[in-house]
């Protein structure tokens, strides 16, 4: 596998085009450019359903495109990387990472690659990216394969995403730290006891009635309490199917004649 792109972590290569193309398997486009008629009638493909062509009294409302943290850390910091790893060739860093004089003069595609991404939650507002990093080396013993991580630095600060490569090591070891282990999506792999807990502190800290009162877990109300925006749009029903979940941006027809 090479640093071109996880395909078990999103979708296509970080540097592809995004156009229509790229989406064929995923359901075809039509001419107005919204998703196409499905090809099976249980909309479990993805697509919008047939009849949602724009009219009067219909408008349309932008979906969200929902993308990898990988994705994104490889389309904007790939080059920080290469840069970074060859930094350490220079000042000799790798060399003692190592335990031997490497002999490379510079690290690209050929010789450098990022096959994985580990992500660990520190707070709500930050995480460490663990990028794993395969070099091939050239050492006087011959030529070599060495296994290290570049530690990215990730915050969410107010209106803005900082990212920083903190150092480039031979190993690390999370669990030890009570770290959360994150998807590429950044949200936390938890076992079914540890999601129950979790649900429940949210439950208390936000609505505490709903902890003795079955009747006042009410979504609305708990979305409202964590600061959520609510909208409602009449979309459409098809075959007992009445919600939809995008993965790629795109124009949705609603009105209220969905129904």
């Not at 596998?1 to 085009?17: C, I, K, Q, R, V």
């Not at 920080?80 to 004089?101: E, I, K, W």
Request: charged share 30%; with cysteine; aromatic share 12%.
């Amino acid at each position: 596998m090479t640093d071109e792109y996880n395909d078990d972590l999103y979708p296509f290569p970080p540097d592809a085009p995004r156009d229509d193309e790229d989406f064929e398997e995923f359901g075809q486009r039509g001419e107005s450019g919204q998703l196409g008629i499905p090809e099976r009638e249980d909309c479990d493909d993805g697509v919008i359903p047939d009849k949602t062509e724009p009219s009067d009294g219909k408008k349309k409302v932008m979906a969200p495109e929902v993308i990898s943290m990988t994705w994104y850390l490889f389309k904007n910091y790939r080059l920080p990387m290469y840069s970074h790893v060859n930094r350490c060739l220079r000042d000799g860093s790798l060399s003692r990472l190592v335990g031997m004089p490497v002999k490379n003069r510079v690290f690209n595609r050929e010789t450098c690659s990022f096959p994985h991404v580990a992500y660990w939650k520190i707070d709500r507002e930050n995480f460490y990216a663990d990028v794993q990093v395969k070099l091939q080396l050239e050492t006087w013993q011959g030529k070599k394969e060495w296994t290290g991580y570049l530690v990215f630095w990730c915050s969410f600060e107010e209106n803005d995403f900082v990212c920083t490569i903190e150092t480039l090591t031979d190993q690390v070891d999370r669990e030890d730290d009570a770290l959360v282990l994150l998807s590429p999506y950044l949200v936390p792999y938890y076992t079914s006891k540890k999601m129950d807990e979790v649900t429940e502190n949210i439950w208390g800290g936000l609505i505490p009635e709903a902890l003795i009162n079955p009747a006042a877990r009410l979504a609305h109300e708990l979305a409202k309490r964590m600061g959520l925006t609510i909208q409602y749009h009449p979309v459409y029903e098809h075959k007992g199917v009445d919600s939809i979940l995008f993965f790629a941006e795109d124009d949705l027809v609603v009105g209220a004649d969905r129904f």
